[in-house]
Nanobody, 124 residues
């Protein structure tokens, strides 16, 4: 069992930056693919970014490519999402997720564990 706790959300003006963190419990963090998803009111949860166990492979949604960066520190059992040049359409609850397989996926259903989410609000 893995527990995930997100932090770092908040209110920011358009063009600003935030860094989200996701702290994971458990000794097997290094073996998990980690992902970030987001869900805005009235919308389905959507993929944002994912990273493989070593950090050597990363994937991004087209809507955030070039603005967001996912990274991980396996020594700290933590995955990060650096968000720059934020836009009002980035407003959502952001969720951290862990996948026990070695294959990086953008699919919601591929992930086994989820955090409680952290709110990001970008004002125009």
């Amino acid at each position: 069992q893995v527990q995930l706790v997100e932090s770092g959300g908040g209110l920011v003006q358009a063009g600003g930056s935030l860094r989200l963190s996701c702290a994971a419990s458990g000794r097997t963090f290094i073996s998990y693919v980690m992902g970030w998803f987001r869900q805005a009111p009235g919308n389905e949860r959507e993929f944002v970014a994912a990273i493989n166990w070593s950090g050597g492979m990363t994937y991004y949604a087209d809507s955030v490519k070039g603005r967001f960066t996912i990274s991980r520190d396996n020594a700290k059992n933590t995955v990060y999402l650096q968000m720059n040049s934020l836009k009002p359409e980035d407003t959502a609850v952001y969720y951290c997720a862990a996948d026990r397989t070695l294959v990086v996926s953008t699919r919601f259903g591929a992930y086994d564990y989820w955090g409680q989410g952290t709110q990001v609000t970008v004002s125009s």
